[in-house]
Nanobody, 117 residues
Framework: QVQLAESGGGLVQTGGSLRLSCVAS????????MGWFRQASGKEREFVAG????????YYTDSVKGRFTISRDNAKNTVYLQMNSLKPEDTAVYYC??????????WGQGTQVTVSS
């Protein structure tokens, strides 16, 4: 298993920026992919961004393309989510996740992001 710890959430105004960090520990050598999901109040958890751990592939949901960037620092076992031009609809709890097998099966506790209008 992999343990994940997120940080960096907070309150920001529309148009502002935040950077989320996620530090992985445990069986990090088994990680194939890491990503970010989010869950707004009353809604289902949705995929936001993902990154292949050993390669260069990145992928995003359409609503954040051009505004969010996922990056990694393998030496620190850390993945980041740089969020720019934030909108009120980005308000959610953001979860870091890691995929060791077929699907994302390791999750962090989540960090709250609130964008005020």
């Amino acid at each position: 298993q992999v343990q994940l710890a997120e940080s960096g959430g907070g309150l920001v105004q529309t148009g502002g920026s935040l950077r989320l960090s996620c530090v992985a520990s445990g069986r990090t050598f088994s990680i194939k992919d890491m990503g970010w999901f989010r869950q707004a109040s009353g809604k289902e958890r949705e995929f936001v961004a993902g990154r292949n751990w050993s390669g260069v592939g990145t992928y995003y949901t359409d609503s954040v393309k051009g505004r969010f960037t996922i990056s990694r620092d393998n030496a620190k076992n850390t993945v980041y989510l740089q969020m720019n031009s934030l909108k009120p609809e980005d308000t959610a709890v953001y979860y870091c996740t890691a995929r060791l097998g077929v699907q994302y099966d390791n999750w962090g506790q989540g960090t709250q992001v609130t964008v005020s209008s």
